[in-house]
T-cell receptor, first 113, second 117 residues
Framework: DAKTTQPNSMESNEEEPVHLPCNHSTISGTDYIHWYRQLPSQGPEYVIHGLTSNVNNRMASLAIAEDRKSSTLILHRATLRDAAVYYCILRKGYGGSQGNLIFGKGTKLSVKP | DSGVTQTPKHLITATGQRVTLRCSPRSGDLSVYWYQQSLDQGLQFLIQ???????AKGNILERFSAQQFPDLHSELNLSSLELGDSALYFC????????????????FGPGTRLTVL
């Protein structure tokens, strides 16, 4: 399975944008880029996913490099509630592929008031 | 609230004992996954069931087993417990079995914290 590399930790100020990077230089053509986050004392939750084009949803935006070897999760205005560990995960997008998630160490985001 | 329920929330037991963790998936989800989260190993996939059948296995010890029942709830059985089995155990569910159709979001339960003394 292709691996992802993320910084161990990042800090942000409340109400400022946050850009969380992820490198996945060995990504294959069938890999989708998924982001999950884990708030303190909770189970992980889905944030966003994409294949080639940039994606937006109510939680965040995902910017994918043209060569797909890196991506950036963008939180437009960080709140204290966004303090969490963010995981960048690659998943095969074809039928019959394994559905389980392979978690790395993720990026621990701290948000300062 | 993800819609996935796990019981119990906390479990304290002794080495050598056996415990059962229970998970009820979201309504309509056919796939159930079990993950273990410990401080040194992080979040690790254990096993997946889809519509009652074992679908995929990860780093699950032989002392651990799981099953999914006809009503789609799942149980994870941990036996001959060791101190190192102390961890958070998460259950997740999704509609589909695989990572297909580009979208198979997993919904995680709140976890069961197991402490082995």
């Amino acid at each position: 399975d292709a691996k992802t590399t993320q910084p161990n930790s990042m800090e942000s100020n409340e109400e400022e944008p946050v850009h969380l990077p992820c490198n996945h230089s060995t990504i294959s053509g069938t890999d989708y880029i998924h982001w999950y986050r884990q708030l303190p004392s909770q189970g992980p939750e889905y944030v966003i996913h994409g294949l080639t084009s940039n994606v937006n949803n109510r939680m965040a935006s995902l910017a994918i490099a043209e060569d797909r070897k890196s991506s950036t999760l963008i939180l437009h205005r960080a709140t204290l509630r966004d303090a969490a560990v963010y995981y960048c995960i690659l998943r095969k997008g074809y039928g019959g592929s394994q559905g389980n998630l392979i978690f790395g160490k993720g990026t621990k985001l701290s948000v300062k008031p | 609230d993800s819609g996935v329920t796990q019981t119990p929330k906390h479990l304290i037991t002794a080495t050598g004992q056996r415990v059962t963790l229970r998970c009820s998936p979201r309504s309509g989800d056919l796939s159930v996954y079990w993950y273990q989260q410990s401080l040194d190993q992080g979040l690790q996939f254990l096993i997946q069931y889809y519509n009652g059948e074992e679908r995929a296995k990860g780093n699950i010890l032989e002392r651990f087993s799981a099953q999914q029942f006809p009503d789609l709830h799942s149980e994870l059985n941990l036996s001959s417990l060791e101190l190192g089995d102390s961890a958070l155990y998460f259950c997740a569910s999704s509609v589909l079995a695989g990572g297909s159709s580009s979208y198979n979001e997993q919904f995680f339960g709140p976890g069961t914290r197991l402490t082995v003394l």
